[in-house]
């Protein structure tokens, strides 16, 4: 098997995803899956396409992450290995990530501060006189 790569966003954090036979190591940015993210649930969110398609020894995943915050990460590295794993053997591991959701670009997004407001939506105190 070749390398196999693949691209996740959520937020604006963005997740480069480069896939090989292995045993099942993860690297993020140079550092270890258990370095780089510190709290459990954001590396079970990680692990998550694995855990479902039950190949969590089976591969080697090197990752570039950059941009957003740590959980917008956690979430387009688990969309970008949801698609490497498709990439690999879409009849076997497509229907299951798809029923869980993991395909799906959440596109919520911050959205903009207008002009003239103090945010997106807030308004200055009204004063009727």
Do not use: H, W
Request: glycine residues 8%.
């Amino acid at each position: 098997m070749e390398v196999i790569n693949a691209l996740g966003r959520r937020k604006s954090a963005v997740a480069r995803v480069y896939v090989t036979k292995g045993k099942g190591n993860i690297v993020i940015n140079s550092k270890p899956l258990e370095e780089y993210f510190r709290e459990e649930i954001l590396r079970f969110i990680v692990r998550q396409p694995l855990m479902v398609t039950d190949t969590l020894s089976q591969f080697d995943i090197k990752v570039n992450l950059d941009g957003g915050g740590i959980k917008g990460q956690a979430e387009a590295l688990r969309l970008a290995i949801a698609r490497a794993l498709c990439e690999v053997d879409k009849e076997a591991y497509r229907p299951v990530l798809k029923s869980n959701g993991f395909l799906t670009r959440d596109a919520r997004r911050v959205e903009r501060k207008k002009p003239g407001r103090p945010g997106a939506r807030k308004r200055f105190q009204f004063s009727k006189r």
